[in-house]
């Protein structure tokens, strides 16, 4: 069973950026897409970027479009979020997990783990 462990969130102001990175452990996860998700208080846990398991296709939310960019290093089973612009909306729980391509990303494959805190201030 693959686990996936996220870090790298914070408290950052408007404007500030942040970098998110998803460490998986137990199985290689270089066959699969990769993708990550936001929780806001509240609200449901949705979509925010995918990355093909080669790293040559990308997809993005709409509301992080040219905000953020996804990436991935298959050699340390790690997938990064960069985070330009930050807006309050942005404010969420991150958690990343796999799926089997990029159209399906949002039926993803493993556990979730336990996310990290990204906070933006006003």
């Known amino acids: 069973q693959v686990q996936l462990v996220e870090s790298g969130g914070g408290l950052v102001q408007a404007g500030g950026s942040l970098r998110l990175s998803c460490a998986a452990s137990?199985?290689?996860?270089?066959?699969?897409?990769m993708g990550w998700f936001r929780q806001a208080p509240g609200k449901e846990r949705e979509f925010v970027a995918a990355?093909?398991?080669?790293?040559?296709?990308?997809y993005y939310a709409d509301s992080v479009k040219g905000r953020f960019t996804i990436s991935r290093d298959n050699a340390k089973n790690t997938v990064y979020l960069q985070m330009n612009s930050l807006k309050p909306e942005d404010t969420a729980v991150y958690y990343c997990?796999?799926?089997?391509?990029?159209?399906?990303?949002?039926?993803?494959?493993?556990?979730w783990g336990q996310g990290t805190q990204v906070t933006v201030s006003s």
């Open positions: 997990n796999a799926g089997k391509s990029i159209a399906t990303i949002q039926a993803t494959l493993y556990d």
């Open positions: 990355i093909s398991w080669l790293g040559g296709s990308t």
């Open positions: 137990g199985r290689t996860f270089s066959a699969y897409a």
